[in-house]
């Protein structure tokens, strides 16, 4: 599968973005979807995962409350809803797939298989 991120941008400090992963070259079917972002001198941290046939979700401690991942099914799209934005959130976020949801996991990078390119959130006033 191939994955487009999109939806990055500058946004001010309490504001809102909405990131888009679009999968191609297969189905998300029994896949497990996953945000992840990385800031300039730090390491990949994750963010949120969906278990695209059951819509179970995932988010990491930091983001709880403000974050809401959802799919389309209709496009093969993953969107990642961040609200009340923090300085600490700006960093490049990443999409990524794993074919099969791994139970107990999927916060991890190693648990994925595919990534997308990065789409670069700016928080600032």
């Known amino acids: 599968v191939q994955l487009q991120a999109s939806g990055g941008g500058l946004v001010q400090p309490g504001g809102s973005l909405r990131l888009s992963c679009v999968g191609s070259?297969?189905?998300?079917?029994?896949?497990?979807i996953g945000w992840f972002r990385q800031a300039p001198g730090k390491e990949r941290e994750f963010v949120a995962a969906i278990r695209w046939s059951t819509g179970a979700t995932l988010y990491a401690d930091s983001v709880k409350g403000r974050f809401t991942i959802s799919r389309e099914r209709a496009k093969n799209t993953v969107h990642l809803q961040m609200n009340s934005l923090k300085a600490d959130d700006m960093a490049s976020y990443y999409c990524a797939a794993r074919p099969r949801w791994l139970v107990g996991g999927m916060t991890k990078a190693d648990d994925y298989n595919y990534w997308g390119q990065g789409t670069q959130v700016t928080v600032s006033s």
């Open positions: 070259g297969d189905s998300f079917g029994n896949y497990g």
